[in-house]
């Protein structure tokens, strides 16, 4: 706020002083700022909404609340619906995984993105594994190995 050197007078400590008490009152006077604009501004993206996929020689978007799962088959990423409805998409799973929201989808190994709502169970597999169980028919088992499981279960009990 201000610095005080030797010599110094009655006069400097005074106006040192003067300045703490007008820095003091400018606090006091100022209203608590709002501080929902900035939290909004610094929370993350809530994730994609729809993804566009290329069927029958037409576009077509997918909304992200019908999307089961992301998974990986020969070499290509597929979507699958809740209306068992299969769509091969031109992204890569990294980058589906850090454009849709980390609330809704959990990236169970490199082969699958499952989404919360899809999940209708999860049992112990062998090895300490997990095995989820989705809502509807996946291509394969979607497994949980032993050193995501508990990175898992704390996602599916924040929810």
Excluded at 28 to 49: E, I, R
Excluded at 93 to 107: E, K, P, T
């Amino acid at each position: 706020m201000d610095y005080i050197l030797k010599p110094f007078s009655q006069e400097d400590i005074a106006e040192a002083l003067r300045k703490v008490d007008e820095l003091k009152n400018f606090f006091q006077q100022k209203a608590a700022p709002d501080l929902t604009d900035l939290l909004a501004k610094l929370m993350p993206p809530s994730g994609k909404t729809t993804f566009l996929v290329f069927q029958h020689q037409k576009y077509r978007t997918i909304n992200i609340e019908d999307i089961a799962l992301f998974y990986i088959k020969y070499d290509a990423t597929w979507i699958l619906c809740f209306d068992k409805q299969q769509y091969p998409i031109s992204q890569s799973l990294d980058q589906i995984a850090q454009s849709v929201s980390q609330q809704q989808f959990y990236r169970l190994n490199r082969q699958n993105l499952v989404n919360f709502k899809a999940i209708k169970e999860v049992e112990p597999y062998f090895l300490r594994k997990l095995l989820v169980k989705l809502a509807i028919e996946t291509p394969e088992k979607l497994l949980v190995n032993k050193e995501k499981s508990h990175n898992f279960l704390s996602w599916m009990e924040e929810r």
